[in-house]
């Protein structure tokens, strides 16, 4: 069965860096276009990255553009987001999804989740 | 602030239909028939339960349909039950540099 699992969050001061970790199995990661959702507390949900199954196309939210950079490693079946110059709206939950079509961006559908890590932003 | 609107609750009585709109613009969900539905469950993964607008992943319940009409799409539970209990957010490709969309996102609350 399709698996994505979470890790990396923690807190971080504001101007700080801290990278994400997502471990897929279940299926073959190579194929699969990737992305970041975030969730702030008592807010809704908010696309932040893409990256193409291979991992040379990359999109980024506006918010994020410059600060946040996605990757993958498809030897290891891991998905990354390397968050720098945080901000203290920065702070969420931060999902990966996996998307239904091989492009990074064309029109699909996150078909399955992780449960999820928490980045907290604070001094 | 979200690009797509939902109603922020919706409740229903146990067997009771509800349904649950998403409006966005031309350059979202009207432009394009991709149109995605999210469960989500405190602690749990977020589950797709409508794609495509009217599309049911396997091991979804047939109480679950989606439609849309111009800029607004809907989702439609009937024979409301208590694990439908929840918070239900609409997701849409978008034709700006914001690549996917999501709505504010509506609680479903079973009375």
């Known amino acids: 069965q399709v698996q994505l699992v979470e890790s990396g969050g923690g807190v971080a001061q504001p101007g700080g860096s801290l990278r994400l970790s997502c471990a897929a199995s279940g299926f073959t990661f190579s194929t699969y276009v990737m992305h970041w959702v975030r969730q702030a507390p008592g807010k809704g949900l908010e696309w932040v990255a893409v990256v193409s199954s291979e991992g040379h196309n990359k999109f980024f939210a506006p918010s994020v553009k410059g600060r946040f950079s996605i990757s993958r490693d498809n030897f290891k079946s891991t998905l990354f987001l390397q968050m720098n110059s945080l901000r203290r709206d920065d702070t969420a939950v931060y999902y990966c999804?996996?998307?239904?079509?091989?492009?990074?961006?064309?029109?699909?559908?996150?078909?399955?989740w992780g449960q999820g890590t928490l980045v907290t932003v604070s001094s | 602030q979200s690009v797509l609107t939902q109603p922020a609750s919706v409740s229903g009585s146990p067997g009771q239909s509800i349904t649950i709109s998403c409006t966005g613009s031309s350059s979202d969900v009207g432009g394009y028939s991709y149109v995605s539905w999210y469960q989500l469950h405190p602690g749990k993964a977020p589950k797709l339960i409508i794609y495509e607008v009217t599309d049911r992943p396997s091991g979804v319940s047939d109480r679950f349909s989606g439609s849309k009409s111009g800029n607004t799409a809907s989702l439609t539970i009937s024979g409301l039950q208590a694990e439908d209990e929840g918070d239900y957010y609409c997701s849409s490709y978008s034709s700006s540099v914001t690549l996917r969309v999501f709505g504010s996102g509506t609680r479903v609350n079973v009375l």
């Open positions: 999804a996996r998307d239904t079509v091989p492009a990074a961006s064309a029109p699909g559908t996150f078909d399955y």
